[in-house]
Nanobody, 124 residues
Framework: QVQLVESGGGSVQAGGSLSLSCAAS????????MGWFRQAPENQRERVAV???????TYADSVKGRFTISKDNAKSTLYLQMNSLKPEDTAMYYC??????????????????WGQGIQVTVSS
């Protein structure tokens, strides 16, 4: 059974930085798609950033230029570096993975494996 375990996160003031990590129980290269999603209270879960096996990356418009997704296949770990954080970035952040055959899904429904989530809080 695939396990994804997030770490990092916490609380920071606006303008600050945080780094998230997601340790996978198998090689990250086994997944065609891996990504970070977030969900704020009373909001739907939304994509933050996705990276495919070839290294192709897509970001939500709201985080472009501020967040960076990366992965280390040797360490089976996915990362999200978050800079210039804003209060509206406050949410539970989830790591996700899928063995999709084709293009990586934008929406959360396209991912089978999920971490338990980790809280990120940005104060003004």
């Amino acid at each position: 059974q695939v396990q994804l375990v997030e770490s990092g996160g916490g609380s920071v003031q606006a303008g600050g930085s945080l780094s998230l990590s997601c340790a996978a129980s198998e090689y990250t290269s086994n997944f065609r798609c891996m990504g970070w999603f977030r969900q704020a209270p009373e909001n739907q879960r939304e994509r933050v950033a996705v990276i495919d096996r070839s290294g192709k990356i897509t970001y939500a418009d709201s985080v472009k230029g501020r967040f960076t997704i990366s992965k280390d296949n040797a360490k089976s770990t996915l990362y999200l570096q978050m800079n210039s954080l804003k209060p509206e970035d406050t949410a539970m952040y989830y790591c996700a993975a899928d063995r999709a055959l084709f293009n990586c899904a934008v929406g959360p429904g396209g991912y089978v494996y999920w971490g338990q989530g980790i809280q990120v809080t940005v104060s003004s």
